[in-house]
């Protein structure tokens, strides 16, 4: 006995609800199976809890300004941990109730693990389904290694973090990519001993070596960082021991931030009958989302390409149309965006130092140390590169730890995703005094390089026109 | 008797400093004059001071998040008033100082007032001067009435503002254009008691009476608002008195922000030859800089037609530049970009509400009450306005008091400068969770009123693409 349905969902995340309002809008005859907790990776466990634990953090850390600035009485200051955390999973809370909101498709939602039978066979919770279109998004969850489970609640995830009524005077964090440096860096600005943990020496997904370098101390001036073998956890009298080669810590709390693995296990793939990668993964298009020619999508996080909240939910967005399409069409995927919310806060835009390596390109940069807007709001730390084409002038991509960097970061993707050149965008207004004043640095110095070959090329950030006519634009 | 020089720059302000770069590249028979302080007015009294007070300011108002946040002790904190002024000036000293070393010119540098005698003649403390080059660059002052002067330090403006040793404890503020606004809402979140006077409802610079009534009762909430007749000053036991028809308020200070007066009186304008305007300018050309068609340019805020840092810097360069060609060149002027230091930061970009007014324009807007991030971050206030051409989806222009505003204004100023369409900027990857999205919602709320006439036009942010080529872009 099986069900007839037109479209089967697997995994009520980003990407799958996503998916769900393009088949809504197409269909009645659908199902969503969500296996786990209802409400999003993004909404529950990961950007919008980690933002709220940041933002306080970083409320408080602003008082080591307050003297300088001529504000008294920040000694008095002091974290109450368990009001912090409330607080960041009542908001949480909202959030989490939004996207199940917005999940909510009555009897045709269901809690259970889905398998994959074929192409157009599914079985959820004992039962089986036929259906015409099938949309794959059963996402990620933390790495762990099944012999901390012993430790309890003294190895957290974030997973777990936030459901802490409170947070040990010592932990160790294991990771520093987006989430372990956040994560790390907040911890320590609301008063904990923090020490992380990491096999070498990279942060904040950074790729370009110099942008690295200006982070680097920074955030070891807020918590130590080992740099050395990979961290082994043992139960100790006092805590947990995290043991790196020869380094030994003691700490209350660890928390594992070291990446995340997808969620493919036992859902049926290789029942597709193409055949699955090393990562278990049937070969797809990543512009459509198609499996092979199979009337099968995958979005988000389950492809680890680009694991992140906005390209899980184009994903989902060009599944859910695609799997309607009588021939699936490709979309031109968004300029590659990529923010760790740290102070100064990372990011990649575009291409990245690394995959512009062996590239003729030109590049500029801006030291935030000296720039006027960044010292007047004692924000004056970090690095930006950007990276132009040096044939078109056009800007590929750039590399920043900055402060309002993910503000900048968004300015150049903008100019990134629509092809515009370092002269374009020298051409833009930049008001005064602002932290763009260090971008349009780090253009001009790049256009300098022009100019410097070229005579007077760059002399101007300004467009000459006919005198008769240039009054017209506004 | 006279002396023949090449260039002679009248003001050393930050119009005058752009030509001064411009002219030293082409001659070193020059001479650059300047009355009063050296430093320029936004150094010494303008941008820099004022937004050393807003983040000193900020930085104290932000406390009241701290209980929420789970933040304890902020009740402690105060505000030493000397202390935060005497940071002021000391970093202000310092941005005065790099101003300074700019304009240096040894012996080509003299202090003085420049009258002129002739469109190639100047006299500078008695000295007669031929000039084959006149760039003309005063700038402006606060408005002041002489009767004021009686009342000594009780009254200021943003030249004596930040002399200040200490301010009183309560103050009013004649004016609500950017440094009104700027500056009432930072004594008030100094602990100042503000009242603000104006003689009509207008704030910040905006036209878009939906964004102007969001920001009104923000600031209402911080400080008391009179809209009446003109304020007059007198003398009172207790400070002063500001009288507005029947309302009165007794004050320790008040602080005069109606506007700036160009510096044009004595400046022998009117020996050019041509016919002065009811500003006492002659005829000049806004993209040229040029006056007539004599050898004489003039730059800065002492046009009152875009008075901004930016602009007086695109203008000396323009002069510089063109005071040397043989035939005046025009330059497009960037797209307007005006932004108040408000929180939340209100700003103007493009074409204002006012200036599109008959235009057949679609608008999208989005209210920060609600948006995600801004919630996160307890900073979720304010309205955001896009306006786009109907005939082709090209950003026109954008009002807003948004979070994070003097950003989303850069981006929008991106978009607009460069004739972008809102689908083109819906295009764009926005991160997640950031005040960007806040963007992206009332561009989407733009797009959707061409899609819901013409099918579904919008029903993508993404781009189609050819399936076997669209992997090609990053």
Redesign the interface.
């Known amino acids: 006995m099986h069900e007839n349905i037109d479209t089967l969902i697997i995994g009520a995340g980003s990407a799958g609800l996503a998916a769900l309002r393009e088949v809504r809008k197409r269909t009645d005859s659908f199902l969503i199976v969500n296996d786990g907790p209802w409400g999003t990776t ?1 909404a529950r466990v990961g ?2 809890p980690s ?2 634990l940041i ?2 953090a970083n ?2 850390h ?1 008082r080591n ?2 003297e ?7 000694g ?12 960041v999973r009542s ?1 949480r809370d909202g ?1 989490v109730a939004g996207t199940i909101q917005d999940s909510d498709a009555g009897d045709r939602q269901i809690s259970g693990r889905a398998h994959l039978l074929g192409p157009d066979r599914v079985s959820v919770n004992g039962k089986e389904y036929r259906a015409r279109r099938i949309i794959i998004a059963t996402g990620t969850r933390p790495r762990f290694e099944n012999a901390w489970r012993s430790l309890g609640d003294r190895v957290l995830t974030t997973d777990s973090l936030f459901e802490q009524p409170t947070l040990g005077r010592r932990m160790a964090v294991l990771g520093l990519g987006a989430v372990g440096t956040e994560m790390a860096q907040a911890l320590a600005r609301l008063g904990i001993e923090v020490t992380a943990f990491v096999t070498r020496r990279s942060a904040a997904g950074l790729s370009d070596p110099e942008v690295l370098g200006a982070l680097w101390p920074l955030l070891e001036r807020e918590f130590a960082i080992h740099v050395g073998e990979r961290a082994r956890l043992a139960a100790h009298a006092h805590g947990v021991e995290v043991i790196s080669g020869d380094h030994r810590v003691v700490v209350d709390q660890v928390l594992v931030a070291s990446g995340r693995v997808p969620n493919v296990e036992g859902l049926g793939l290789d029942t597709l009958g193409v055949t699955l990668d090393e990562h278990g993964l049937p070969p797809f ?4 989302r198609q499996v092979a020619d199979l009337p099968v999508f995958i979005a988000g996080d389950l492809d680890p390409a680009r694991a ?3 390209e899980a939910v ?1 994903e989902g ?2 599944a859910g ?1 695609n799997a309607f399409a009588g021939q ?12 760790t919310f740290s102070q100064p806060n990372a990011a990649v835009v ?2 990245s130092f690394k ?1 512009l390596s062996g590239e003729d390109i030109v590049i500029g940069h801006i030291d935030f140390s000296r720039q ?2 960044a ?4 924000e004056n730390a970090g690095l930006l590169r950007v990276y132009a084409d040096r044939a078109t002038g056009r800007l590929l991509g750039s590399e920043m730890c900055a402060p ?1 960097g ?6 150049l ?3 990134v ?2 092809g ?1 050149t370092v002269q ?2 020298l ?10 004043e260090g971008l349009r640095t780090a253009l001009r110095r790049a256009a300098s390089q022009w100019s410097a070959k070229g005579g007077d090329k760059a ?2 950030d ?6 008769n006519r ?2 017209v ?2």
Chains 1, 2 share one sequence.
């Open positions: 993004c950007c919008m933002k709220l933002e306080a409320a408080f602003r300004s307050f300088a600035f001529g504000i008294r009485g920040a008095q200051l002091h974290v109450d941990l368990p009001a912090v955390l409330h607080r908001l959030f298009d990543r512009n459509s992140l909240l906005h184009d967005h060009i149309m699936p069409q490709g979309f031109r995927r968004r300029t590659a965006l990529a923010i575009g291409r995959e006027g807007r010292r007047i709001a004692q309002a993910e503000h900048l970061a968004h300015l993707a903008l100019a995703n629509n515009l374009q965008m051409n833009m207004p930049i008001y005064h005094p602002v932290l763009e002399v101007s300004l467009e000459a026109c006919d005198l240039c009054g634009m506004d």
